[in-house]
């Protein structure tokens, strides 16, 4: 099975922090990441796919990176909404895995 | 627009069995693969099994082959999952999720599966 680990798994920061959170894969994956934000009580909401894709609706602070083993989504201007949980997620092999996630909290 | 509504959890006895289902809108439900994914309280996200188009391929984490069949009713625009032989550690909210080309791009408001005694 193929691992995702993220770091950091907390990551404190304030509005207008350039954010960048980090996952690598334990093995190659092309371009098979997808970036999801998670809220508290909330499903996931799709941010990113294909590692660098932008889904529809989703503002342009957010932005994806990276191919093979390492990838990052970082977010250019923290804005109050986006205080959440993200977690990356690889498609390129069953079983489908998601890194252990990232709490985006208030500094 | 695309809503998927789930429905069917509950609290379960250790052993025992649950069927959940997933009301698909908005969209042609014939043309997607469909996922179900979970997430422990207070855990991470874990997915749970992927079913194809036309049910040709049905896939499982390790952790429910065997005791979990995915499946679904085209003509009903519906996703199932059948929970057999449950476990403690299968307590969870259980999401179904639509899949375009192997991302999960819209999710139900997920249902609640507690499996204690």
């Known amino acids: 099975d193929i691992q995702l680990t993220q770091s950091p798994s907390t990551l404190s920061a304030s509005v207008r922090d350039r954010v960048t959170v980090t996952c690598r894969a334990s093995q190659a994956i092309g371009t098979w990441l997808a970036w999801l934000q998670q809220k508290p009580g909330k499903a996931p909401k799709l941010l990113i796919y294909g590692a660098s894709t932008l889904e529809s609706g989703v503002p342009s602070r957010f932005s994806g990176s990276g191919s093979g083993t390492e990838f990052t989504l970082t977010i250019s201007s923290l804005q109050p909404d986006d205080f959440a949980t993200y977690y990356c997620q690889q498609s390129n092999s069953y079983p489908w895995t998601f890194g252990q996630g990232t709490k985006v909290e208030v500094k | 627009e695309v809503q998927l509504v789930e429905s069917g959890g509950g609290l379960v006895k250790p052993g025992g069995s649950l069927r959940l289902s997933c009301a698909a809108s908005?969209?042609?439900?014939?043309?997607?693969?469909m996922n179900w994914v979970r997430q422990a309280p207070g855990g991470g996200l874990e997915w749970v099994a992927s079913?194809?188009?036309?049910?040709?391929?049905?896939y499982y984490a390790d952790s429910v082959r065997g005791r979990f069949i995915i499946s679904r009713d085209d003509a009903k625009n519906s996703l199932s999952l059948q929970m057999n032989s449950l476990r403690d550690e299968d307590t969870a909210i259980y999401y179904c999720?639509?899949?375009?080309?192997?991302?999960?791009?819209?999710w139900g408001q997920g249902t609640l599966v507690t499996v204690s005694s």
């Open positions: 908005g969209f042609t439900f014939n043309s997607y693969s």
């Open positions: 079913i194809s188009r036309s049910s040709a391929y049905m």
């Open positions: 999720a639509r899949d375009t080309a192997n991302h999960f791009d819209h």
